[in-house]
């Protein structure tokens, strides 16, 4: 089978190269492919008479980097096939670390791969730095920059950034996490006769950059102080309230103590949400957020599950949810997303509901009860055709409401009453109105109106047991004018 020898050309200047390969290089009569000629060595060698063909003309051609290495693998792979000779294949540095191209060549299985020789630079990056590994560090691809991967706790360095527009997106990934007078370092030809080091704080990072092939970040570790917006941080928070020297009120709580303070936390991030208040939205949410947490600390405290199971689940059901985003199905509107997510729950309980109405929570507020159970009754069929039908219903109900009160039976008024009701959450249903919502909106309108009217009167020296209902109801109207 036909070979490709692939050779690292070291970090830094020819003084690093082993003997060896020196040698090797030397006495190589073809041109010698190299992903860039941009590196000390291949400049050198070329002084003494070693040929290159490298493939810098493709940076220029292709937009995206992974298009680069993905034609300079073809490239190789094909002259390759046709050469008598194995082919020869220089990188920097040692060709196992960051050197995107050669584990694109490691994947296939047309061409032998041997690789030879290449000092890493992390031993010249951790002595110019002079930090111990042990503690701790992460190597990340400027090429291909994610806030999610980053462990800002430990030593960050971040190679492959080979412009202003890479180190710009670096800048701005890193700026979500950190303040813009972090000071980080721009590490140049590590280890090499021109080993520089210079301290930038991060907002200038573009702007002060020398590029070169041997440029590396490194971001020292981030404090505590500076990483109270992460999960990991909260996680940590709820952990020693709950932990030995912890709050004692949060040590003696349980699943069912929180109960009604966790429905009341949802409560308060409805009206934030109908307040259209960003700033009371975030607070809302963490405080939800936060009896997440507890919950789940309370859980791995006992020994049943921990934050992760519960990350796991919702995670695992997202994505069988939803397979016309994950998978090949396809849902092309909310109706069909919808019927799919009902069909996809069915199989995910393992065995078909008793009924139709199985599933709704037996402690939802009853008038969002209501308008789930003719849901679920309605997309089997179990609904009127046209919405005129149900407003007959309704008027129905009412005629029945006042004929119970014409009789005085307090338990028929009641039952008929929630019929009315009941029709009323229907009937929401056919406009995608929520009912609890509709009313929720009523009842901020009564009293936005009545402490109007409160507030008029105290104007005056006035109070509800002193004026009659015409003067009350004139403030009402003035309120209603005023769209309060």
Request: with cysteine; hydrophobic share 40%; glycine share 6%.
């Given at each position: 089978?036909?070979?490709?020898?692939?050779?690292?050309?070291?970090?830094?200047?020819?003084?690093?190269?082993?003997?060896?390969?020196?040698?090797?290089?030397?006495?190589?009569?073809?041109?010698?492919?190299?992903?860039?000629?941009?590196?000390?060595?291949?400049?050198?060698?070329?002084?003494?008479?070693?040929?290159?063909?490298?493939?810098?003309?493709?940076?220029?051609?292709?937009?995206?980097?992974?298009?680069?290495?993905?034609?300079?693998?073809?490239?190789?792979?094909?002259?390759?096939?046709?050469s008598d000779e194995p082919l020869v294949y220089a990188v920097p540095g040692h060709p196992m670390l960051a050197e995107k191209t050669v584990q694109l060549l490691l994947e296939q299985q047309e061409v032998d791969?041997?690789?030879?020789?290449?000092?890493?630079?992390?031993?010249?990056?951790?002595?110019?730095?002079?930090?111990?590994?042990?503690?701790?560090?992460?190597?990340?691809?400027?090429?291909?920059?994610?806030?999610?991967?980053?462990?800002?706790?430990?030593?960050?360095?971040?190679?492959?950034?080979?412009?202003?527009?890479?180190?710009?997106?670096?800048?701005?990934?890193?700026?979500?996490?950190?303040?813009?007078?972090?000071?980080?370092?721009?590490?140049?030809?590590?280890?090499?006769s021109a080993e520089k080091i210079k301290k930038i704080p991060l907002e200038e990072l573009d702007h002060r950059m020398e590029i070169s092939n041997l440029t590396t970040l490194y971001i020292p570790p981030v404090p505590e102080k500076n990483l109270h917006h992460t999960f990991p941080f909260l996680r940590e928070v709820m952990a020693v309230l709950r932990g030995p020297d912890g709050c004692p009120w949060d040590k003696k709580q349980t699943h069912e103590s929180l109960r009604y303070h966790t429905i009341e936390e949802v409560y308060e991030l409805i009206e934030a949400i109908d307040e259209e208040d960003d700033d009371h939205i975030v607070e809302e949410l963490g405080d939800l957020l936060m009896h997440v947490l507890l919950h789940s600390q309370i859980g791995e405290d006992n020994g049943y599950f921990t934050i992760d199971d519960v990350i796991q689940s919702i995670s695992d059901k997202m994505i069988y949810r939803h397979p016309h985003v994950f998978q090949s199905a396809v849902a092309d509107t909310e109706e069909a997303v919808l019927e799919n997510w009902e069909e996809l729950k069915k199989q995910e309980k393992g065995k078909d509901r008793e009924s139709v109405l199985d599933g709704v929570p037996t402690?939802?507020?009853?008038?969002?009860?209501?308008?789930?159970?003719?849901?679920?009754?309605?997309?089997?069929?179990?609904?009127?055709?046209?919405?005129?039908?149900?407003?007959?219903?309704?008027?129905?109900?009412?005629?029945?409401?006042?004929?119970?009160?014409?009789?005085?039976?307090?338990?028929?008024?009641?039952?008929?009453?929630?019929?009315?009701?009941?029709?009323?959450?229907?009937?929401?249903?056919?406009?995608?109105?929520?009912?609890?919502?509709?009313?929720?909106r009523a009842n901020r309108k009564f009293s936005s109106r009545f402490q109007y009217i409160e507030k008029k009167l105290l104007e005056n020296n006035q109070t509800p047991q002193t004026v009659s209902l015409q003067e009350m109801d004139a403030y009402w109207e003035e309120a209603k004018k005023a769209k309060l």
């Open positions: 089978m036909k070979q490709i020898e692939v050779i690292g050309l070291g970090a830094g200047d020819l003084e690093q190269l082993p003997l060896g390969i020196y040698r090797k290089l030397k006495q190589i009569k073809q041109p010698i492919y190299a992903r860039t000629s941009d590196h000390p060595v291949v400049q050198e060698l070329e002084a003494e008479g070693v040929s290159f063909t490298s493939f810098d003309h493709l940076y220029e051609e292709e937009a995206q980097f992974e298009k680069v290495y993905e034609r300079i693998t073809e490239k190789l792979i094909g002259t390759a096939k046709t791969i041997s690789i030879a020789g290449g000092q890493s630079y992390l031993d010249d990056l951790f002595t110019a730095m002079q930090i111990d590994p042990i503690e701790g560090f992460q190597f990340v691809d400027g090429t291909d920059f994610q806030r999610s991967q980053l462990q800002l706790q430990q030593h960050l360095f971040v190679c492959q950034v080979y412009d202003a527009f890479i180190a710009s997106e670096v800048k701005l990934t890193l700026l979500e996490d950190l303040p813009p007078d972090y000071d980080i370092y721009i590490v140049d030809a590590a280890g090499s402690y939802l507020p009853a008038l969002t009860k209501a308008y789930k159970l003719t849901s679920k009754a309605g997309r089997v069929g179990f609904e009127w055709e046209h919405v005129g039908e149900v407003w007959d219903k309704l008027k129905e109900e009412i005629e029945e409401v006042i004929e119970a009160v014409q009789e005085k039976d307090k338990t028929d008024v009641e039952e008929e009453l929630g019929d009315v009701l009941f029709v009323l959450a229907n009937i929401s249903r056919y406009y995608k109105v929520h009912p609890e919502v509709a009313l929720e």
